[in-house]
């Protein structure tokens, strides 16, 4: 947490956000990239590494211009007051699901794996 310990700063959301977005893309791109790629699957994270970078690249000089403010203060300003607290009940209902599907999706890998029949 921040300074203030009700706000998650800014270096804290954008390592959630990676870590959020990268975890499906390392489960998912081999399996859809080998499907439909062929001989040319080990290109598919090449690519993926290159559109990583950017977003965190981009991720960085967010960083650097806003400084110490927290994660919704940024989206306020970027989208202004209205579609910016929209744009952050969604994005927090989403990441709500998607990690408690992913929760889900380990605890029954966790289970298939020690049963014992």
Known sequence: MSNDNNKISVKQAMIF???VFCAPAIRYIPLYSSQQAKQAAWLAPLVALFFQIVYVLIWCKVIKKYGSKSFVDIT???LGKIIGITV???YFIW???????????????????????
């Open 95 to 117: 990441i709500t699901f998607f990690l408690a599907y992913n929760v889900r999706l380990y605890a029954e890998r966790i289970l298939a794996a020690t049963r014992t029949e």
């Open 17 to 19: 956000i990676i870590i």
């Open 88 to 90: 952050i009940i969604i």
């Open 76 to 78: 306020k300003d970027i």
